[in-house]
């Protein structure tokens, strides 16, 4: 499961947005991660401008998981409904499990990824998107917002680091704590009946 979210910047205290507002140059950075849905862990997981798309972004996502690691879906919101995605995710022999957009249409067949998508484009208008996102599994996407719930209560919700590289390490540290806090904490259950 991917996706990403919005981290302030060190800076605005409190005070001076109650008395003057906030400045018309805010600036944040964005996380993208990429969440193990069987395990909890983050396996990958990238900072980048607040400008950068959340597709442009996926293929460098996918590198960070080691090619011998076998993905079964990907999964993520309507942002990754692009040809690019399509085309990364295929070539890690991945199902997609992202909804096609508001009055998509079909893409050629020898578009990467398009049979796919064609499939659940007919599906959606066939039966509703609704009925879609419970046959195709999208809704355990809310594993990877609840992620992003972790993150910015546990962690929170700026970055304290002032230079890039310095901002880019924070993120990795809060991504390990993470992912120590689940090694630890994240409870076995197993299905009796």
Do not use: F
Not at 100 to 127: F, V, Y
């Amino acid at each position: 499961m991917v996706d990403s979210t919005g981290v302030k910047l060190y800076g605005e205290g409190e005070w001076k947005v109650r008395k003057h507002g906030y400045s018309k140059r805010r600036t944040w950075r964005k996380v993208h991660l990429g969440l193990d849905a069987k395990t909890g862990q983050v396996c990958a997981a990238l900072m980048t401008h607040q400008d950068v798309a959340d597709a442009d972004v996926l293929p460098k996502l996918l590198d960070q998981i080691p090619a011998d690691e076998p993905i079964d879906t990907i999964g993520g919101d309507g942002a990754y409904d692009t040809k690019q995605c399509h085309a990364a995710i295929a070539a890690r022999d991945a199902q997609p499990s992202i909804p096609p957009r508001e009055g998509a249409m079909p893409w050629s067949e020898n578009t990467p990824g398009a049979s796919w998508r064609n499939e659940a484009i007919d599906a959606i208008a066939r039966s509703g998107r609704q009925e879609w996102k419970k046959r195709s599994g999208y809704h355990r996407r809310s594993l990877v917002e609840n992620l992003m719930y972790r993150l910015k209560t546990l962690t929170g919700t700026r970055l304290w680091a002032r230079c890039i590289g310095s901002q880019a390490t924070e993120v990795a540290i809060r991504v390990g704590v993470l992912n120590r806090m689940t090694a630890l904490a994240r409870p076995q259950s197993t299905r009796i009946a």
